[in-house]
């Protein structure tokens, strides 16, 4: 009934009509309820967004696709992905859903090997945090490898309450390997041989080129790997499924297990599918409970906090710095599907930026790179020599791998912090040539040439190296090793004789990396960030900001000198026509790539190292 004050028909304040009596259609039922403009519920739209304003929340992850880290650095990179979560938004997210009262919940997707082993020390971190705050944790997975390695997303969803596994799937719980192939006999079949100079035992890039198996160095680096990985991965399971380190350790003789044998053995809490487990989130969130991903979760907060806080633009802050990929001379690239390179140019403009804005109090330069050009890694251990000399501290943050080129551009850091799985270390040097003499002259090929100068065939494939040469060479090998390790040594405060037992080029984890003085702290960017902090004497809630800040039109605009904003962004790489792929191995890129040598330079961590 209408209210007297204001009959039906009337016009309220504001233009509404307040409701007369229901009319009745001619088949004698009520007429729908009103709607408004274009089909608009008020109350009903109403009530909904007031729901989700204030329904308890459950965040979802999918770990799956993989976790890129720092930021896009070229539009069509930002547009490949737009879809994916990084790693930042995960850690700032949960860390924010910690003290939020509407999220009750965290149910992720875990599986597949596309996540490093550092990278996933960090996410388990987070969520171990995030549960100690009382809210629940649940991993599922379709299945932990299918007729493949799973040991990785298993030791992630361990960081979580409860782990369910599809009926269907397995737990590829197997143990860690190191495995290489060797070419040497094969190559010797043909004619080809292969000539490489190395600094010194323990560095194997050629190794395969030149040997029939693991080399005594060889072997023992990459046993202690094996070993210390498989240390920490047993460590976890015994810690969060209640067994004791050794049985933990048998679980990995006897794997990999089927569904119903992963529970029996207590490895998983239940098996089902993703809808079963949803339900049993669902209810144990609360009657009403909605889904939201981390990253989507992440960002709107992080907007709404930025909204209602009013800009300061003498704020100080941590800058970070993403040093990314295989290191080369010249800018950093990105391939048309994403992956690409480290440029020393890119990243010392990045550097030289952070360290002449007066509003940027320290660096978090976070490191995920194997190595490259030696030229190229000096160029950039300079510029944070250079940040750290005008009274800004650096602490370096390590990500999956940060070994050889990798560790070079780390070691001025004034902190070095590194997950336990961290690859690390490779502090030695490498170089050589195939070659093809043989081979031409078994197929009946001959060659000639007209040179100038004594040394101007040296590094043509056609004849090995003569005694001079191989002078020329060693003697350039000794500067480079020799200036790594006394850099080296001065960095991490070390006397040169401990640093010169450290390196040799053996590889490291970061927790044996730590253990030798290689590496500081043990931890990830949340580490690193409060050490930042701490260093520059900024307070704990300080921010931290991706420097340099480039808009889509800096990434797009020619910079106007080495030294502008633009400088710092990558370039779009579609091929390596030029040789550009193998810059950092200088005039013998062509050897280099013929020979199947890593690509970036003689300062390149051996082989492809993948935890799985």
Same mark, same amino acid.
């Given at each position: 009934?209408?209210?007297?004050?204001?009959?039906?028909?009337?016009?309220?304040?504001?233009?509404?009509?307040?409701?007369?009596?229901?009319?009745?259609?001619?088949?004698?039922?009520?007429?729908?309820?009103?709607?408004?403009?274009?089909?608009?519920?008020?109350?009903?739209?109403?009530?909904?967004?007031?729901?989700?304003?204030?329904?308890?929340?459950?965040?979802?992850?999918?770990?799956?696709?993989?976790?890129?880290?720092?930021?896009?650095?070229?539009?069509?990179?930002?547009?490949?992905?737009?879809?994916?979560?990084?790693?930042?938004?995960? *850690?700032?997210?949960?860390?924010?859903?910690?003290?939020?009262?509407?999220?009750?919940?965290?149910?992720?997707?875990?599986?597949?090997?596309?996540? @490093?082993?550092?990278?996933?020390?960090?996410?388990?971190?987070?969520?171990?945090?995030?549960?100690?705050?009382?809210? *629940?944790?649940?991993?599922?997975?379709?299945?932990?490898?299918?007729?493949?390695?799973?040991?990785?997303?298993?030791?992630?969803?361990?960081?979580?309450?409860?782990?369910?596994?599809?009926?269907?799937?397995?737990?590829?719980?197997?143990?860690?390997?190191?495995?290489? *192939?060797?070419?040497?006999?094969? *190559?010797?079949?043909?004619?080809?041989?292969?000539?490489?100079?190395?600094? &010194? $035992?323990?560095?194997?890039?050629?190794?395969?080129?030149?040997?029939?198996?693991?080399?005594?160095?060889?072997?023992?680096?990459?046993?202690?790997?094996?070993?210390?990985?498989?240390?920490?991965?047993?460590?976890?399971?015994?810690?969060?499924?209640?067994?004791?380190?050794?049985?933990?350790?048998?679980?990995?003789?006897?794997?990999?297990?089927?569904?119903?044998?992963?529970?029996?053995?207590?490895?998983?809490?239940?098996?089902?599918?993703?809808?079963?487990?949803?339900?049993?989130?669902?209810?144990?969130? %609360?009657?009403?409970?909605?889904?939201?991903?981390?990253?989507? &979760?992440?960002?709107?907060?992080?907007?709404?906090?930025?909204?209602?806080?009013?800009?300061?633009?003498?704020?100080?802050?941590?800058?970070?710095?993403?040093?990314?990929?295989?290191?080369?001379?010249?800018?950093?690239?990105?391939?048309?599907?994403?992956? @690409?390179?480290? %440029?020393?140019?890119?990243?010392?403009?990045?550097?030289?930026?952070?360290?002449?804005?007066?509003?940027?109090?320290?660096?978090?330069?976070?490191?995920?790179?194997?190595?490259? /050009?030696?030229?190229?890694?000096?160029?950039?251990?300079?510029?944070?020599?250079?940040?750290?000399?005008?009274?800004?501290?650096?602490?370096?943050?390590?990500?999956?791998?940060?070994?050889?080129?990798?560790?070079?551009? /780390?070691?001025?850091?004034?902190?070095?912090?590194?997950?336990?799985?961290?690859?690390?270390?490779?502090?030695?040097?490498?170089?050589?040539?195939?070659?093809?003499?043989?081979?031409?002259?078994?197929?009946?090929?001959?060659?000639?040439?007209?040179?100038?100068?004594?040394?101007?065939?040296?590094?043509?494939?056609?004849?090995?190296?003569?005694?001079?040469?191989?002078?020329?060479?060693?003697?350039?090998?000794?500067?480079?090793?020799?200036?790594?390790?006394?850099?080296?040594?001065?960095?991490?405060?070390?006397?040169?004789?401990?640093?010169?037992?450290?390196?040799? %080029?053996?590889?490291?984890?970061?927790?044996?990396?730590?253990?030798?003085?290689?590496?500081?702290?043990?931890?990830?960017?949340?580490?690193?960030?409060?050490?930042?902090?701490?260093?520059?004497?900024?307070?704990?809630?300080?921010?931290?900001?991706?420097?340099?800040?480039?808009?889509?039109?800096?990434?797009?605009?020619?910079? $106007?000198?080495?030294?502008?904003?633009?400088?710092?962004?990558?370039?779009?790489?579609?091929?390596?026509?030029?040789?550009?792929?193998?810059?950092?191995?200088?005039?013998?890129?062509?050897?280099?790539?013929?020979?199947?040598?890593?690509?970036?330079?003689?300062?390149?961590?051996?082989?492809?190292?993948?935890?799985?």
């Amino acid at each position: 009934m209408a209210d007297a004050k204001y009959p039906a028909g009337s016009i309220l304040p504001g233009g509404i009509h307040p409701p007369g009596p229901p009319s009745i259609s001619p088949d004698g039922t009520p007429p729908a309820a009103p709607r408004g403009l274009a089909g608009f519920r008020p109350v009903t739209e109403i009530s909904r967004l007031r729901q989700r304003q204030t329904a308890p929340l459950i965040l979802e992850l999918d770990l799956t696709e993989g976790v890129p880290e720092g930021p896009a650095t070229d539009p069509l990179s930002a547009v490949m992905s737009l879809r994916k979560v990084r790693l930042p938004d995960i *850690l700032d997210g949960l860390r924010r859903a910690r003290h939020d009262d509407r999220v009750r919940a965290l149910v992720a997707k875990v599986g597949g090997g596309r996540i @490093g082993l550092a990278r996933m020390q960090e996410i388990r971190e987070a969520v171990a945090s995030f549960r100690e705050s009382g809210k *629940l944790t649940v991993a599922w997975a379709e299945s932990f490898g299918e007729f493949t390695h799973g040991n990785l997303p298993y030791y992630l969803a361990t960081a979580f309450d409860r782990i369910y596994l599809q009926p269907s799937g397995s737990l590829g719980l197997t143990g860690v390997a190191v495995e290489q *192939l060797f070419l040497h006999d094969a *190559l010797a079949k043909v004619g080809v041989g292969f000539q490489s100079a190395k600094r &010194y $035992e323990y560095k194997t890039a050629a190794d395969s080129l030149t040997e029939r198996g693991f080399t005594g160095p060889a072997r023992e680096a990459a046993e202690r790997l094996a070993v210390s990985v498989v240390e920490q991965i047993s460590t976890a399971i015994a810690e969060r499924r209640g067994k004791t380190v050794e049985d933990a350790r048998a679980l990995l003789d006897r794997g990999p297990f089927l569904a119903a044998d992963a529970l029996a053995e207590g490895l998983v809490d239940e098996l089902g599918y993703r809808d079963e487990v949803y339900r049993a989130v669902r209810k144990a969130a %609360g009657r009403g409970a909605i889904l939201q991903y981390v990253g989507r &979760y992440q960002k709107v907060h992080a907007l709404t906090q930025r909204a209602r806080r009013m800009p300061n633009p003498r704020e100080r802050f941590v800058a970070v710095v993403y040093a990314s990929g295989p290191i080369r001379q010249g800018r950093s690239s990105r391939g048309p599907v994403g992956a @690409g390179a480290m %440029g020393s140019d890119t990243v010392a403009a990045a550097l030289r930026s952070a360290r002449s804005d007066e509003r940027v109090r320290a660096v978090l330069l976070r490191v995920n790179s194997p190595g490259g /050009s030696a030229v190229a890694s000096d160029t950039i251990w300079r510029e944070v020599v250079r940040i750290r000399a005008a009274g800004k501290p650096v602490v370096v943050s390590m990500s999956d791998v940060a070994a050889s080129g990798g560790y070079y551009i /780390s070691m001025a850091a004034d902190v070095i912090v590194a997950q336990p799985g961290t690859i690390t270390g490779s502090i030695g040097v490498i170089i050589g040539k195939p070659v093809f003499e043989e081979a031409l002259g078994r197929a009946g090929i001959t060659t000639d040439s007209v040179a100038e100068g004594a040394r101007a065939r040296m590094f043509a494939p056609t004849h090995p190296f003569t005694e001079d040469e191989w002078d020329r060479i060693n003697a350039w090998l000794d500067v480079v090793y020799q200036d790594f390790v006394s850099k080296a040594a001065e960095g991490r405060r070390m006397p040169a004789e401990r640093m010169g037992e450290l390196a040799r %080029g053996r590889v490291w984890t970061g927790a044996d990396a730590a253990a030798n003085g290689l590496v500081d702290v043990l931890g990830g960017m949340a580490a690193a960030a409060e050490i930042a902090r701490r260093r520059a004497g900024l307070p704990a809630d300080a921010p931290l900001r991706i420097w340099p800040r480039l808009t889509p039109l800096d990434q797009l605009r020619p910079p $106007e000198s080495s030294e502008d904003r633009p400088a710092a962004a990558a370039a779009l790489d579609f091929g390596f026509a030029d040789g550009s792929a193998y810059w950092g191995w200088g005039p013998a890129w062509r050897l280099a790539a013929h020979a199947g040598l890593p690509p970036y330079g003689p300062l390149i961590l051996p082989g492809t190292w993948i935890i799985t």
